[in-house]
């Protein structure tokens, strides 16, 4: 059974910046693919950004060239630097890991149905 742990979401204010983590355990599991998504209360899930096991990323038009996804392999750990953030960006973050879908970043931020989530990271970005 595989194991998400997000952190580092917080309030800020428009404009700053702040960086989740995703901790996966255990650490012998490889994921093909991970990602995040936000969900606001009402709306629909949506993908923000996805890296595959080749390394290659993508991320949902409303957050390039502000966010960057990335992951440290040795730690397991899968991060979002987020940069410039918009009050729009205000949500619950989610990490979710593809374990037996082999899935690939391009496809992965149109799918919901993910082998794993994490319980979420609440991001509040205030004027």
């Known amino acids: 059974q595989v194991q998400l742990v997000e952190s580092g979401g917080g309030s800020v204010q428009a404009g700053g910046s702040l960086r989740l983590s995703c901790a996966a355990s255990?650490?012998?599991?490889?994921?093909?693919?991970m990602a995040w998504f936000r969900q606001v209360p009402g709306k629909e899930r949506e993908g923000v950004a996805a890296?595959?096991?080749?390394?290659?990323?993508n991320y949902a038009d409303s957050v390039k060239g502000r966010f960057t996804i990335s992951k440290d392999n040795a730690q397991n750990t899968l991060y979002l630097q987020m940069n410039s953030l918009k009050l729009e960006d205000t949500a619950m973050y989610y990490c979710?890991?593809?374990?037996?879908?082999?899935?690939?970043?391009?496809?992965?931020?149109?799918?919901?149905?993910?082998?794993?989530w994490g319980q979420g990271t609440q991001v509040n970005v205030s004027s």
């Open positions: 255990p650490h012998t599991y490889s994921p093909y693919c």
């Open positions: 979710a890991a593809d374990v037996f879908l082999e899935m690939t970043a391009i496809e992965a931020l149109g799918v919901m149905s993910w082998d794993y």
């Open positions: 890296i595959d096991s080749d390394g290659t990323t």
